[in-house]
């Protein structure tokens, strides 16, 4: 065979490398995409958004690496001196990368206790927001003033967490001061009206007046009413409104911190008459 035969089979044998490496990318990445929605679709319909989100990642990422192999297959490239390299560099890599394993883990941790799930709101070391997308390294948060926070799934791990809405109620508690003089019972049967004439309060579980404590210049209530968790907010905007206005009919007083002096009789203060000084100059003159 002479040198252009030669170059012809080169060319040939490469143009139709190519054309098969194309042929496999071009048909790859289209499958990949259709069962990756196809994996997240199921899963978060058969368990719940995170698994869906978690089992699209797995079937891409797993796809794109069996089509890398088949590519360098096709290329006639050997992946044994590549493996050797990848076990070196993995070795590496593993005492570098100790946080990230030890977030992998966590993730797992998260994955399979389930504290909350995709469109929870929790509040994770004073940091609320609604949970993006749970991940193998980190939970990610939208904030209710639209910023993006990044929590490690290690940090969560060993942080109190708290789910605002794993429960389909929740409890408003209405911290409620009156003066002493007002009737106690006419208080509370005021309040009670006003959680029955609320629309986002529920009658089960019934709301609930504690006694908190004689206050300072008050006396200290704790009215606790119940709504839907997605109606939450809307309660305890309008039941505080609700009750000022209802006690400003009533004539209920609110008090506020202030300093009276009292002889002993309720609602009563000491008289003080306030004497003006005359003028020295004043006074000298009459004189």
């Given at each position: 065979m002479d040198l252009f035969n030669?170059?012809?089979?080169?060319?040939?044998?490469?143009?139709?490398?190519?054309?098969?490496?194309?042929?496999?990318?071009v048909i790859s990445i289209p499958v990949l995409l259709l069962l990756r929605g196809w994996a997240r679709r199921f899963f978060t319909k058969k368990y719940a958004p995170h698994y869906g989100m978690l089992a699209g990642k797995?079937?891409?990422?797993?796809?794109?690496?069996?089509?890398?192999?088949?590519?360098?297959?096709?290329?006639g490239i050997s992946?044994?001196?590549?493996?050797?390299?990848?076990g070196i560099v993995g070795v590496a890599l593993?005492?570098?990368?100790q946080t990230s394993v030890s977030n992998i883990i966590s993730g797992l941790f998260?994955?399979?206790?389930?504290?909350?799930?995709?469109?929870?709101?929790?509040?994770?070391?004073?940091?609320?927001?609604?949970v993006m997308s749970i991940d193998v390294l980190s939970v990610k948060l939208r904030t209710f003033d639209n910023m993006f926070v990044r929590i490690p799934n290690e940090t969560i791990i060993k942080t109190q967490v708290i789910n605002l809405t794993r429960f389909p109620i929740r409890r408003f508690n209405a911290k409620v001061s009156v003066a002493y003089k007002e009737n106690i019972?006419?208080?509370?049967?005021?309040?009670?009206?006003?959680?029955?004439?609320?629309q986002y309060s529920l009658s089960e579980p019934e709301p609930q007046i504690i006694f908190e404590a004689f206050g300072t210049s008050s006396i200290d209530l704790?009215?606790?009413?119940?709504?839907?968790?997605?109606?939450?907010?809307?309660?305890?905007?309008?039941?505080?409104?609700e009750i000022k206005k209802r006690f400003?009919?009533?004539?209920?007083e609110i008090p506020f911190p202030h300093v009276s002096f009292y002889t002993g009789e309720a609602s009563k203060p000491l008289p003080i008459e306030l004497i003006q000084k005359r003028e020295s100059s004043s006074v000298n003159n009459n004189q």
């Open positions: 030669i170059y012809n089979y080169l060319s040939e044998e490469t143009l139709h490398q190519v054309i098969r490496v194309l042929l496999i990318i797995v079937v891409f990422y797993t796809g794109i690496i069996l089509m890398i192999i088949t590519v360098l297959g096709q290329l992946l044994a001196p590549l493996l050797a390299g990848a593993g005492f570098a990368s998260l994955i399979a206790e389930q504290p909350f799930k995709v469109d929870d709101i929790i509040n994770v070391g004073g940091t609320i927001g609604i019972e006419k208080v509370r049967e005021i309040l009670m009206d006003v959680a029955e004439q609320n704790d009215f606790r009413i119940w709504a839907p968790v997605n109606e939450w907010i809307l309660l305890k905007n309008t039941i505080q409104e400003d009919d009533e004539g209920i």
